[in-house]
């Protein structure tokens, strides 16, 4: 393997172009109209054009990617996350171009990729799952048919999109009333977010810690689980904050955990990357959720906690490699690691969107702090894509102290020009429930729901008072030259500023 | 100079003038001393005076973005962004600085990013209360809902769902 073309944008081509680095691979980046400038392309060895920005016209065409893998020369290809990465025909693209797909092979993808063809294999595993629908229910299904099968299952439960994945084409239903509504909802977000509006029902447990196993598993039989994930901390079922291990899971929880995440991964011939997702309720037993068949965004806290650098094993898997690593290091978390997912989201502002350019930006550094992001001073934040801008992770010798070095490193974290939900993170890691991990899924919803919640940045007089005379100060000793060249027109307290200054 | 600046709910009247290398501030009914150096276009090293004292020892590290309104930025200090707008004295006008301080008159509100409405959530002359949605945008993949800021009544709706709409654009105004 001489040179991988990255399938992807963002921090995570970042994070593959630098693994393909760390081994001496070259690198071809690929790249949508406004992206030209993006930091992947920059340190990439060679960045090809694949179309418009919209991603249906280029980070998705696989037409337009596997042409490019020709033409340059790649012999592989690494998805990274999101857009094609649990796209079958695109595996099978891959492999019919000569192409060698650095994850697991089409048919795992399309078995594991389907929820109901999941949970089946995840029960012949011997693996719990959560009581729910085996058979989707398609578009044709009627509402009288769906209420029938609710019925069975009873309320609340989950509405979920069978192609689905990141919180796309799912709701929760409280009662046989709110089903109609949530069904039209779920499955037109699941056809226009994955093309196909079939959905499955599952019984909601009511107060579960969303726990996930990592595994990798090579080409000659050894699957190989890890230290355990918990990602409870998510907002409208995406996860914002992940950490390893969990408070919540022993020795002895781990090690079921983990077998049985190895179990459903060895029954399918899984390979490569991939990560099982487990909902774990209040008296310790837990549910298959779903399988990844991927690299995971959070993936940075498994190695952080096992010292194993998870992409480029992928790459190792991918030409043949055994993967000979000990499995007991893997079970046995090396301290503690968080992750904060930065967006370009203004959180005290219902989360919109915030993109745009970045006018300053100050990463933080110094002890146990990593910052992947796919930012630069003066990149734009596109409007076409996931606003995710940056994954702050923290390693500490315990819990708490990765708690403060992470706070210590958000406070140092400037993005400027755009909103960040930097913010949202200091609010959440002064929250006395999160400091004593006294939390699960519904966690955020519940306390940004509840009555009487303010704003998350409180702005003290002391603090308002030191921007006021910073901002006084920057008017009052801003270089003339700026004004003569600024874009923005002259205005009066400029000039006066400068009249002021003659006298 | 004086300049009137407006910060969380409050406008500050501050006073800044040179005092040898160094600058004095006055804000409100506070007076501090500033030894200020310029670290970048938009950063700022700042050693502050603390209550009762002339030597300026508190350290504040301060950057800034323009908005784009001249004198609108984002103040980041303390691992706080804290947006302000800075004005010449009486700049605000007497009734804006009312408006900005208690945060009372219309709600004009815009579209944040170019987009399309996916649902509009209330009609013109209904009551809206706080936080209460308004109007549902789709872009950046993810279906966001524009809220009331404060309790009010819809005047005027200007897009129905299915619309596309740029950056800026005009949605409702409540009043």
């Known amino acids: ?503 | 100079m004086t300049f009137e600046i407006a910060a969380g709910n409050n406008v500050h009247t501050v006073s800044i003038s040179r005092k040898g290398a160094l600058l004095q501030v006055a804000i409100g009914d506070r007076t501090v001393v500033v030894d200020a150096r310029r670290v970048g276009e938009l950063e700022l090293s700042l050693l502050v005076s603390t209550d009762g004292s002339a030597r300026p020892v508190q350290c504040v590290d301060a950057a800034l973005a323009a908005h784009k309104t001249a004198g609108d930025f984002d103040v980041h200090v303390a691992g706080r962004t804290i947006p302000v707008q800075v004005r010449l004295a009486g700049g605000f006008g007497r009734q804006n600085k009312v408006a900005a301080a208690a945060g009372t008159g219309p709600q004009r509100i815009i579209a944040p990013m170019p987009g399309k409405i996916v649902r509009v959530l209330v009609k013109a002359g209904d009551e809206v209360k706080a936080r209460q949605g308004l109007v549902v945008v789709e872009a950046m993949k993810m279906e966001n809902e524009l809220r009331a800021a404060r309790d009010g009544r819809v005047r005027d709706v200007v897009v129905v769902a299915g619309q596309s709409v740029d950056a800026g654009t005009l949605l409702l105004v409540v009043e």
Request: charged share 25%.
């Open chain 1, 1 to 503: 393997m001489k040179k991988i073309l990255i399938a992807n944008r963002g921090e995570i081509a970042v994070r593959v172009i630098r693994a393909c680095r760390d081994m001496g691979i070259g690198t071809v980046a690929i790249y949508s109209e406004c992206d030209r400038a993006a930091l992947h392309v920059r340190l990439a060895d060679e960045a090809w054009p694949v179309g418009p920005s919209a991603p249906r016209e280029s980070y998705l065409r696989i037409d337009a990617i596997i042409d490019v893998a020709k033409k340059s020369g790649a012999d592989a290809v690494h998805p990274g996350y999101g857009f094609l990465a649990e796209n079958e025909d695109f595996a099978a693209a891959c492999r019919d171009a000569g192409l060698v797909f650095i994850g697991p092979s089409p048919e795992a993808i399309t078995l594991m990729g389907s929820k109901t063809a999941a949970r089946q294999a995840a029960i012949k595993a011997g693996v719990p799952v959560v009581p729910g629908t085996e058979e989707p229910l398609s578009e044709q299904t009627s509402d009288a048919d769906v209420l029938a099968v609710a019925e069975g299952i009873g309320y609340p439960l989950m509405l979920k999109a069978v192609a689905g994945g990141g919180g796309k084409g799912m709701r929760m239903v409280a009662s046989a009333e709110e089903l109609p509504a949530a069904l039209r909802a779920a499955r037109s977000e699941a056809q226009s977010a994955f093309g196909d509006g079939a959905v499955y029902l599952e019984r909601r447990i009511l107060a579960p810690r969303h726990i996930e196993v990592q595994l990798l598993g090579d080409h000659h039989g050894t699957v190989l689980p890890f230290v355990e994930r918990e990602c409870s901390i998510q907002r409208r079922h995406q996860k914002v904050v992940e950490e390893s291990p969990s408070l919540a899971v022993s020795p002895e929880l781990r090690r079921r955990m983990t077998s049985a995440a190895a179990a459903v991964a060895r029954t399918v011939g899984y390979t490569n990357a991939g990560t099982i997702e487990f909902l774990l309720d209040t008296d310790g037993s837990f549910f298959f959720l779903e399988m990844n068949t991927r690299l995971q965004v959070e993936h940075p806290i498994t190695e952080m906690v096992t010292g194993v650098d998870l992409v480029q094993w992928q790459i190792r898997i991918a030409r043949g490699e055994r993967l000979d690593l000990a499995p007991e290091s893997l079970l046995t978390p090396r301290a503690h690691a968080i992750e904060c997912r930065i967006y370009a989201e203004d959180p005290d502002h219902g989360f919109l969107p915030s993109p745009g350019r970045i006018q300053g930006l100050r990463v933080p550094q110094g002890p146990g702090v990593r910052d992947d992001s796919g930012a630069y001073e003066g990149g734009d934040v596109p409007i076409f894509y996931d606003p995710m801008i940056s994954k702050l992770i923290t390693w500490g010798e315990t819990r708490d102290h990765a708690i403060a070095r992470m706070k210590r490193a958000l406070a140092e974290y400037q993005v400027r020009g755009i909103r960040t939900t930097i913010p949202f993170f200091q609010w959440l890691l002064d929250d006395p429930d999160f400091k004593a991990a006294r939390f699960d899924t519904t966690f955020i919803d519940r306390k940004m729901g509840a009555p009487g919640s303010g704003p998350l940045q409180v702005i003290d007089t002391a603090h308002e008072e030191l921007a006021v005379i910073a901002a006084a100060v920057h008017m009052f000793t801003r270089p003339p030259a700026r004004v003569a060249t600024a874009s923005a027109p002259v205005s009066q307290w400029q000039q006066a500023g400068r009249e002021e200054a003659l006298r």
